[in-house]
């Protein structure tokens, strides 16, 4: 599915921010962006690199999204189902992708908008490839897991004992929180490198204590070793990584109003995932996106914490805690620099714009409440 990110210990706790779902790069000597749990960096690193990615239809025409495996991702599908972008009056074609490739199209200029992390953002623009992010879909939720081995009750069973992960991905990331939250650091296990997608079989094999990876190959890593639970998840850390409508800058300023449209579209969508009573057909309609079956699915959309107006307005605004988008996206470039995923820091700001949520806010009802984190049951976690 998604996420990366090179890692280095450092030399202070900092609140940690989700950067992506990708393969990490390799050690850069110039800013080459992420990769994902499917490629490596090199092939985004090898995309055409542009000052800004061109916008694909100069004309009037449909706007063109690329999306990836993800539940705030595949949940676009709602809308394309229910013919809702049509109703909005807004032409659309979404083309459908592995997460890296996704990214590929977008820094080659063959769509005017791609699915990404706040961090992937910050790294595709490193190379050349601005973007501005439009829309929070969602925030992960417990979808990011460290699943231990039976006997490993919790986070602090786990010193001096073998963690699988891939080191440098956002996993890794959510293995120092974890430790943070014991009062341990990563000296005080033995970390094993692992690529994400093989996690599930090393805990079965017995190799490690513990893996940590994302969905689907932390829920199959517990479905693989009968007794493994999660031991810390993203559910610990909200808002350690957000998901975004990335948008070619040409593209939003030639086309504002369409792309007012489609933030409408997905406003639409979060407030249907919301209700509970349309949690049986919308796991129907994104479980058949990626050939699973409902009730399987129910358990994603169940880790993804989907953000309706209010929530986009709530994390769009400027904060020192990671309930910020602007704060997310602060710490992760900071993170990648020390890091040397890119050399110089983004100007994080310029990759995030909340002009259109604000309008939107602005003419929605009065009376119309913020659904704070926890407030409710909903169908699907949601703000």
């Not at 914490?305 to 805690?321: A, I, Q, R, S």
């Not at 820091?345 to 939107?360: G, V």
């Given at each position: ?13 900092l ?8 393969d990490?790069?390799e050690p850069?000597k110039?800013e080459a ?14 995309a055409?690199?542009?000052?800004k990615?061109?916008?694909p ?13 993800w ?29 890296v ?5 977008y ?5 005017d908008a ?15 490839s ?7 879909n ?8 460290v699943?231990?081995k ?10 001096g004992k ?12 959510l ?19 692992v690529p ?13 204590d ?5 969905q689907?190959?932390?829920?199959q ?25 990335c ?17 409408q ?9 919301k209700?509970?009573?349309n949690?049986?057909e ?6 058949a ?5 409902p009730e399987e699915?129910k358990?994603?959309?169940?880790g ?13 605004e400027?904060?020192?805690?990671l309930?910020?988008?602007y704060?997310s ?24 714009d909340?002009?259109?949520i604000?309008?939107?806010?602005k003419?929605?009802?009065a ?7 926890g407030?409710?049951?909903?169908a699907?976690?949601?703000?």
């Amino acid at each position: 599915m998604k996420h990366c990110l090179r890692l280095l210990v450092l030399m202070t706790w900092l609140p940690l921010a989700g950067c992506s779902k990708t393969d990490k790069p390799e050690p850069a000597k110039s800013e080459a962006p992420g990769a994902s749990a499917e490629k490596s960096a090199a092939a985004v690193a090898e995309a055409p690199k542009t000052e800004k990615p061109a916008t694909p239809s100069a004309a009037k025409g449909p706007l063109t999204i690329a999306y990836s495996d993800w539940p705030g991702w595949v949940a676009w599908d709602i809308g394309i189902q229910k013919g809702w972008f049509k109703e909005a009056g807004v032409e659309v074609d979404f083309k459908w992708f592995e997460y890296v490739p996704s990214m590929e199209a977008y820094s080659a200029g063959k769509v005017d908008a791609v699915a990404m992390t706040n961090g992937d953002a910050l790294v595709t623009g490193s190379s050349g490839s601005p973007s501005v992010a439009i829309l929070m879909n969602d925030y992960s939720n417990g979808n990011d897991m460290v699943v231990a081995k039976p006997g490993v009750a919790d986070v602090a069973a786990l010193k001096g004992k073998k963690v699988g992960v891939e080191v440098g991905f956002v996993s890794h990331l959510l293995l120092m929180n974890a430790l943070e939250s014991a009062g341990m650091t990563d000296k005080d296990v033995q970390i094993v490198n692992v690529p994400t997608d093989q996690t599930p079989q090393t805990l079965k094999s017995g190799s490690v204590d513990a893996i940590v990876a994302w969905q689907p190959n932390s829920g199959q890593a517990l479905k693989e070793l009968p007794g493994s639970k999660a031991i810390f998840t993203s559910a610990n850390v909200a808002g350690v990584i957000y998901d975004l409508l990335c948008v070619n800058p040409k593209s939003l300023s030639e086309r504002r109003d369409d792309w007012m449209k489609v933030t409408q579209v997905w406003m639409r969508i979060a407030d249907f995932i919301k209700d509970e009573k349309n949690l049986d057909e919308a796991a129907k309609i994104m479980s058949a996106r990626v050939g699973l079956e409902p009730e399987e699915y129910k358990k994603l959309m169940a880790g993804t914490f989907f953000l309706d107006l209010e929530g986009n307005v709530k994390h769009f605004e400027k904060g020192d805690t990671l309930a910020s988008v602007y704060h997310s996206s602060k710490v992760v470039d900071k993170f990648q620099v020390d890091n040397e995923v890119y050399k110089t820091p983004m100007k994080y700001e310029e990759y995030l714009d909340s002009s259109l949520i604000a309008e939107l806010a602005k003419a929605a009802p009065a009376d119309k409440q913020t659904q704070e984190v926890g407030a409710t049951k909903p169908a699907a976690k949601t703000e």
